[in-house]
């Protein structure tokens, strides 16, 4: 199994930027692919972007493509969320999800992801 902690969240203003992490613990990070999803007050924990074990396949979600850039460093075993023009919709705890089974495309359901993190608060004043 694998243990993930997020940190990197806080309070930022719109349009600013925002990176965060998820360190990995436990069995060999580089065998799970990873995701981030967020919940927002009210609202469903919705899927944000995915990436493979290795990293060379990325998907995100519509609403912030563009904007938001993940990836991972199998070295550090820690996987990253960089957030750039960030939106007051974006307001939401951000969750490091990870899954070690081998699949053919980017998961993007919550329960398709077997470890979660504790999450992290990002909110973004208008």
């Known amino acids: 199994q694998v243990q993930l902690v997020e940190s990197g969240g806080g309070l930022v203003q719109a349009g600013d930027s925002l990176r965060l992490s998820c360190a990995a613990s436990?069995?060999?990070?580089?065998?799970?692919?990873m995701g981030w999803f967020r919940q927002a007050p009210g609202k469903e924990r919705e899927f944000v972007a995915g990436i493979s074990a290795g990293g060379g396949a990325i998907k995100f979600a519509d609403s912030v493509k563009g904007r938001f850039t993940i990836s991972r460093d199998n070295a550090k075993n820690t996987l990253y969320l960089q957030m750039n023009s960030l939106k007051f919709e974006d307001t939401a705890v951000y969750y490091c999800?990870?899954?070690?089974?081998?699949?053919?495309?980017?998961?993007?359901?919550?329960?398709?992801?077997?470890?979660w993190g504790q999450g992290t608060q990002v909110t973004v004043s208008s």
């Open positions: 436990g069995r060999t990070f580089s065998n799970y692919a």
């Open positions: 999800a990870a899954v070690s089974r081998v699949f053919m495309r980017i998961l993007t359901r919550v329960d398709e992801y077997g470890y």
